[in-house]
């Protein structure tokens, strides 16, 4: 399998951070998105992010924005990555719906952060081809990609999707579909938990992250990840672990649950457990 045109579903700081990646690869990159202006701000974040890196002798920005065509609807391609919203039904609608736009041979990979690859396998008639192909924020600089292969998954698209993350310049772990995989599996609850410490007055944000970040050498502590990925994306990834485990250990904590409530959903609404207006 070869993957020269990719299609990437959604435009956000995920997406626009996969099309980026991408397109730097050498692919031709169409960016899709079904709500109105998200293709725009998303092409202006890669054109942030790209100067950036062409200041610190990284590609030319203009070179692999040029492989990047805006698409107002799913068009065929070798593959399609999907980053839209963490919602199980959405991304079975859309996977239903690339699934007739796509060629037969085309390979549909889902950034999904927890929902089961093989529900959204079944959901299409070739659930040997698709996959999961979880990226972490932001994806141009964090090189872990984690590959998930659903029931139906065959050899031959597990094998051609981690050569195209080595191929991307990222580091591929494959995972078996459980709720979670492994990367949030391990991270939510840790985030969770410390929430609850928040919650619970044992200490104040700052120096809750300050403990992860030297005590643990973190990059960054729980909470402000947390603000960074999005506080309602955290709920929505530890729902699908509590009803996918049954274990009330994932359940998500009542004061992640209030600021959600209160739209207080991190940085991408200005804040979160931080402000940052």
């Not at 070798?78 to 796509?102: G, M, N, P, Q, Y």
């Not at 952060?113 to 008639?125: D, K, Q, R, V």
């Amino acid at each position: 399998m070869t993957f020269d045109r990719v299609l990437v579903a959604g435009a956000g700081q995920m997406g626009a951070g996969i099309a980026q990646v991408v397109a730097a690869s050498g692919r031709e990159v169409l960016l899709y998105d079904s709500f109105p202006g998200a293709v725009e701000r998303g092409v202006e974040t890669m054109r942030r992010s790209l100067a950036r890196l062409e200041e610190k002798g990284g590609p030319s920005a203009d070179e692999v924005l040029g492989r990047v065509t805006p698409v107002e609807l799913l068009v065929d391609a070798d593959l399609l990555i999907e980053a839209i919203v963490e919602h199980a039904e959405t991304k079975k609608k859309l996977f239903r719906a690339a699934d007739a736009s796509l060629s037969a041979g085309a390979v549909l990979a889902s950034n999904t952060s927890s929902i089961p690859i093989t529900e959204l396998a079944a959901a299409t008639e070739r659930p040997d081809r698709v996959i999961g192909m979880h990226f972490f924020n932001p994806v141009p600089v964090l090189a872990l990609v984690e590959v998930i292969r659903a029931e139906q998954t065959s050899d031959e698209t597990a094998e051609a999707i981690v050569a195209l993350a080595r191929a991307l310049g990222k580091t591929p772990a494959e995972a078996n579909d459980f709720p979670g995989f492994v990367s949030n599996r391990i991270l939510m609850p840790f985030i969770n938990e410390a929430a609850y410490a928040l919650m619970e007055g044992v200490a104040e944000p700052e120096a809750i992250d300050t403990v992860a970040k030297l005590g643990f050498a973190h990059p960054m502590g729980p909470l402000a990840l947390a603000d960074l990925i999005g506080l309602d994306t955290c709920v929505a990834i530890m729902e699908v672990l509590h009803d996918g485990l049954g274990d009330p250990k994932y359940a998500p904590c009542p004061l992640l649950r209030r600021y959600v409530a209160a739209g207080r959903l991190g940085r991408k609404s200005g804040r979160g457990f931080y402000d940052y207006t």
